[in-house]
Each structure stands twice: as C-alpha cells, then as structure tokens.
C-alpha cells in the first residue's frame, strides 16, 4: 500500500503515526455529521412529538453513569413549569453571571442553532465539542439507544463538568418528574407556574400537570414557585411536606407591575410585601407578563442568598448582580425569542407564547402597543387542542396562516378552516418566509407585524 523504502525507523514512525492521525481526523464527524446523526438515529420530541418522549430515566441515568456522573461534579438550580420558565432560566444565570460565577445555561428547545441549549457565560457549546462528543460515543448510543433529549441532556452536564462551571441553571424540557434533567440534586428547585399544555402526556387537570412538575422537588432541597393557585398550591405543599422541603411562593412576597415600556426596554416597580421596599428595575426584556417570572426570579435569589454555597456574597453584592442582570440580560445569556423586535417600519416583532396562558398574556401586551392594522404570520403544530388559542386572537388581524417546516407542524390549510370558526380570516402560504414576506408587502410604516403560535415559526424568522 505504501512505499516504505529508504526509511529509517524514526520517519518510519513518523510516517505511520501521520496516517494513523489522518485516519481519526477522518472517523470524526463534521459538526453538521453530528447533528444529522442526533436528528435521524435519536427522535426530538419538538420535531415529531409524544412519540419522542419516553417516560423513563433509565437511559439518561445510564449516559451519565457511562460518563462518570458529571450531573454531580456542579451545583444546580433546576427550574420547571408550564410557562415563563425559559425567561426565569436566563433571568438566573444573568444575575449568578454578575457575581463572577462561571456558569452553565441548559434550556430547550432551540430556535435555529442547536447549541442555544448549551451555554456558558452566554457562550454556545463549540462545534468542535458537540462533534468530538457524538464521535466518542456512538457505541455507547448504540448501545443504550438514547432518545434526542436524554442523549444532549448527557452531553450538556459532560460539557459543564469538563469546563469546570461553578453553577448551572438546568430548564426542564417537559414535565418534571421523568424529564431527562430529573436526576440532579439541585440547591434549588423552581417552578414557576402551571397551565395547560402537553396534556396528552402530564395529565388534562391541572392538579395532575402540577403533580408532574412537582416531581424536581428533592428531598430537603428550598422550593420556589411562582404562582399560588387553588388546584396547584395543595399538590406542591404535599409534596414539599413529604421532601421535608422548605417551600416559598413568590406571590407571597413580591408584586412586580410594569410602569414603563417601550419595544426595546422595560421598567418594573418591584414591591416586596413582607419589607415594604419598593424599587424600580430596569429589564432588557419586554411585555407585561414578564412581572410573573421577575417574581418567580426574586424570590429565588432572596432565597439562594441563604445557601452557605453564597455565604460569601453581601446584600450590596446580590444588589449589583440583579440589577446588571435584568439591564444586561440578553448581552450576558443570547436571550431571544420573547416578544423580540425584528424591524421597524412596520414594527415586527415575535413571541414564542404557543398554549392557553401564554397566548392570552402575550394578547394583552399586543394591546397595549399603538399601531395601525395588525398583521398575524401564525403557524401551530398539530398535536394539541388548538380552540382554546384561537379563541384568544383578535379577530380585527389580517392573518396569514403557515406551516413551520417540522414534522409536527398543521398544515396552513387545516388551521386556516379551524381559525376560520373563531372569526379570523387570512389566507394560507405554503412556508413561513413567504407568509412574512406577504406580510411586508401588505403592511403600511405604521402598522404591526406578529409572528407567533408556535417557537418552530419564530426559527425560520429570527
């Protein structure tokens, strides 16, 4: 095969060593090698649905013991909930940013890249790292048959514990109880609110959903959550009570209203009950309904502040972090996707608000903007009770219905029939670009350009 004559051994060695080299660079996937391979041999739940979700920690427990348990090697802050728990996610670690701390951001889904799930100090997950990762383990994969989820759940805590993070803040992907992030041991536990969503697979009453969420409360571990409801409240102080968990409901104690707001800042009165202290807080991030998860995120930084892994940090320290947190939040975390401005001119922006409670908060913000005509690029996916959404919009919009370019996505023709019976009318385009560059055509300076329904639409746009 090659001519080896003439060669001492010293460039033999050489030789053979180059090509053995060689060799490996081959065998080593190509970033975009990696995610094919994570998309077509591991199902993403986001993409083709339930089908996806497996209800089990078995094989995520299996990954992690197969790469030396590094869930174990970081502290965490473990946040769930039906809405708001992405916003709260990166509210934290901007705020645990500002103290200095190195720290890791898993949240899902992503957008448009896939290594938004995985950030330190607001840093994606090199391509080089996440080729290397699915490289050196395809026998493992192979062998456990992990789903898309539990597999980057496993690389995100092996990329924290070999980048030595100080802390992490680890979004729930669905659920709580058998969600794949469920096998930390978190110094916190939050969760931040509980609506209707995913039903088929956490239950159709909100007791049984909260139930579900409830399954990240460990055992003697501080418990957050957002909202005190009727049918929820009973389920998280039970099961607080059988952790033998101290737990704190944010309403209790905070109330944030929106005092000033323009699409590019927003300002909160913070009122803290129990103190009286009412300050004013500068947040790089907008719409009313972020007061909920500004709460949910007060309240649990006023209760990390009791955790001797915080000892070291005074009340001014906490003070300046929160503060350079909320004002710098999409600097420090690449937060996207939450009532986002894309253009001026017509105003464009988007929200990843996609169920019941999402949907009617993001309305009541829409209405509070000035604008001319509305315009709605809207795309759903088709395996959810979509009625109580489409009874929220306006039926003053001019829609223009879409397909999100998954497998899970309704086809604009079908939700342009059901739409139909809530009063809203718009015609049916065959992607989401053509469905915004409709959009454009149509609306005049002054008017308003939506994008929502589904986060699936917002990828293609943002």
């Not at 090698?33 to 920690?57: C, W």
């Amino acid at each position: 095969m090659f001519n080896l004559g003439g060669m001492s051994k010293s460039l033999l060695f050489c030789f053979f060593a180059t090509q053995m080299h060689l060799m490996c660079l081959r065998t080593t996937m190509t970033y975009q090698e990696s995610l094919d391979y994570m998309y077509a041999q591991l199902p993403m739940f986001t993409r083709i649905g339930s089908s996806a979700f497996k209800k089990d920690l078995t094989n995520t427990l299996a990954l992690c013991d197969a790469l030396g348990q590094p869930q174990t090697k970081f502290p965490t802050i473990h946040v769930a909930g039906t809405n708001g728990k992405g916003s709260t996610s990166h509210l934290l670690a901007a705020i645990l940013q500002s103290l200095g701390l190195k720290v890791g951001l898993y949240v899902s889904p992503h957008y448009r890249d896939f290594r938004e799930r995985i950030k330190i100090n607001g840093q994606y997950v090199p391509k080089k790292w996440v080729s290397k990762f699915v490289t050196q383990h395809q026998n493992l994969f192979t062998d456990i048959q992990p789903s898309f989820f539990e597999m980057t759940v496993a690389m995100a805590f092996d990329y924290f514990a070999t980048e030595g993070v100080d802390i992490a803040v680890v979004e729930v992907g669905l659920g709580g109880r058998l969600d794949s992030t469920n096998i930390i041991s978190p110094l916190v536990s939050v969760i931040t609110n509980i609506s209707f969503d995913h039903m088929d697979m956490l239950g159709d009453t909100l007791p049984l959903i909260a139930a579900e969420k409830a399954g990240i409360i460990k055992p003697h571990t501080l418990v957050v959550i957002g909202e005190e409801q009727d049918e929820t409240t009973p389920v998280f102080l039970k099961k607080a009570e059988e952790c033998q968990s101290s737990i704190v409901f944010a309403s209790q104690n905070f109330d944030v209203q929106l005092v000033e707001s323009s699409l590019e800042n927003t300002f909160f009165q913070v009122h803290h009950k129990k103190t009286n202290k009412i300050e004013r807080l500068n947040a790089d991030l907008n719409g009313a309904y972020q007061a909920k998860n500004i709460a949910t995120t007060l309240q649990t930084v006023e209760v990390m502040q009791s955790l001797s892994f915080f000892e070291k940090y005074t009340e001014g320290d906490w003070q300046k972090a929160v503060e350079n947190g909320f004002r710098r939040l999409k600097t420090l975390t690449q937060f996207i996707g939450r009532w986002q401005v894309l253009g001026q001119s017509p105003t464009i922006l988007c929200d990843s608000a996609h169920n019941e409670a999402g949907i009617k908060l993001a309305m009541n913000q829409l209405e509070a903007l000035t604008f001319n005509r509305l315009h709605f690029v809207f795309g759903m996916v088709r395996d959810k009770d979509i009625s109580k959404v489409l009874r929220l919009l306006p039926t003053h919009a001019t829609y223009y219905f879409c397909k999100a370019n998954i497998p899970r996505g309704l086809e604009a023709d079908a939700l342009q029939n059901q739409a139909q019976a809530f009063g809203l009318v718009g015609k049916t385009y065959p992607s989401v670009k053509r469905a915004l560059a409709a959009a454009k055509k149509q609306a005049k300076p002054d008017d308003l350009i939506y994008i929502g329904g589904s986060i699936f639409v917002l990828a293609e746009v943002i």
